[in-house]
């Protein structure tokens, strides 16, 4: 079963900093384009950052160039992104994506 499990959501103050988890399974995600994307309550989703092209490319939305980087562990079969300085802006559920496949999401909530 193809299958991407988010974890690390959680709550913190802003400036913090967060590492999101996405364990994909049932498949190589290194094969594939994956990204990050969130959806905030009440608004539409949004592309935060990904992966594509065999992996050759990388892109990062404007609003978060600069605090969150993404990574990925092959032998793991995990995607990472690390986000720092977060701001009440980020606050939104954060989910992995590759082709039709989705998590179930992460909550990420910045609030002081």
């Known amino acids: 079963e193809v299958q991407l499990v988010e974890s690390g959501g959680g709550m913190v103050q802003p400036g913090g900093s967060l590492n999101l988890s996405c364990a994909a399974s049932?498949?190589?995600?290194?094969?594939?384009?994956i990204f990050w994307v969130r959806q905030a309550p009440g608004k539409e989703p949004e592309l935060v950052s990904g992966?594509?092209?065999?992996?050759?490319?990388?892109y990062y939305r404007d609003s978060v160039k600069g605090r969150f980087t993404m990574s990925r562990d092959t032998a793991k079969n995990t995607l990472y992104l690390q986000m720092n300085n977060l701001k009440p802006s980020d606050t939104a559920t954060y989910y992995c994506?590759?082709?039709?496949?989705w998590g179930q999401g992460t909550l990420v909530t910045v609030s002081s």
């Open positions: 049932g498949f190589r995600f290194s094969n594939y384009d």
């Open positions: 992966i594509y092209n065999g992996g050759t490319s990388t």
């Open positions: 994506n590759s082709g039709r496949t």
